[in-house]
């Protein structure tokens, strides 16, 4: 930072100098997945929203408990209450279904061995696994339904370890990213890459990429290579 004629500048690339009054700190998240040391043996996932569980499913609220958002949950239970699912995930603690993310394991696509990547547009978690073994775990945020992230079977064409990013010129949307970490991209432009300008994994969020949380990024960085293969599918359906 330096200071000139009564303003501060900030540099951010060489030779390159802005008013400090146009920048922002960025709340990076904190968040990061869970390594999957073997095989679990019951559904399991995360929280999504901070919430006080009901002591039966759409029962009254247990105000003394408060489960935050990012807490990982694992469901000893379920039930149906007017076309959603209750899951019990402890002692007379039931949550609904809008308020968790569950991991929904996939079958390994035909033709595909090894180290794959399986994004499930759906609960918006990434799955890596190492042939038919889920290894890692975690929240991300694919694309808005105005710039969706496509379903299919992709590879890995491309890897940066931090660059620039840019897209919807001269539109309303425009956006401009400098030094974005962990970049793979799969799908003509689309990536999963880190994310420091936001903290809404777990939900839609991006115009079309995979965003990880820059520990997650980095981790699948140093784990993929060149044409590791990425699977994007969809365990359910948007209810409209």
Request: hydrophobic share 40%; aromatic share 18%; glycine share 8%.
């Amino acid at each position: 930072m330096l200071s000139w004629e009564g303003n501060d500048w900030a540099q951010i690339n060489y030779g390159q100098w802005v008013s400090a009054a146009h920048l922002k700190r960025s709340e990076v998240s904190s968040f990061s997945g869970l390594l999957i040391p073997e095989p679990p043996d019951r559904p399991f996932g995360w929280m999504l929203l901070d919430t006080h569980p009901t002591y039966a499913p759409a029962g009254a609220r247990d105000l003394e408990t408060y489960v935050l958002r990012y807490t990982p949950i694992t469901v000893y239970a379920s039930a149906e209450v007017d076309g959603w699912t209750w899951y019990l995930i402890g002692p007379d603690q039931w949550v609904e279904q809008r308020r968790v993310a569950l991991v929904h394991p996939v079958p390994r696509p035909e033709g595909v061995s090894g180290r794959w990547v399986a994004v499930d547009l759906y609960e918006q978690i990434a799955i890596a696994y190492e042939d038919d073994e889920i290894v890692f775990v975690t929240l991300v945020s694919t694309g808005l339904p105005q710039w969706p992230t496509w379903e299919g079977l992709f590879q890995v064409w491309e890897r940066v370890e931090n660059g620039k990013m840019s897209g919807a010129e001269g539109q309303a949307d425009f956006y401009y990213l400098e030094n974005v970490p962990w970049t793979m991209y799969f799908d003509d432009d689309i990536s999963l890459h880190g994310t420091y300008w936001h903290d809404g994994f777990g939900y839609r969020h991006s115009h079309g990429c995979v965003n990880l949380s820059i520990t997650d990024a980095a981790w699948f960085y140093e784990w993929t290579d060149l044409d590791t293969w990425v699977y994007v599918y969809s365990s359910g359906e948007y209810i409209k």
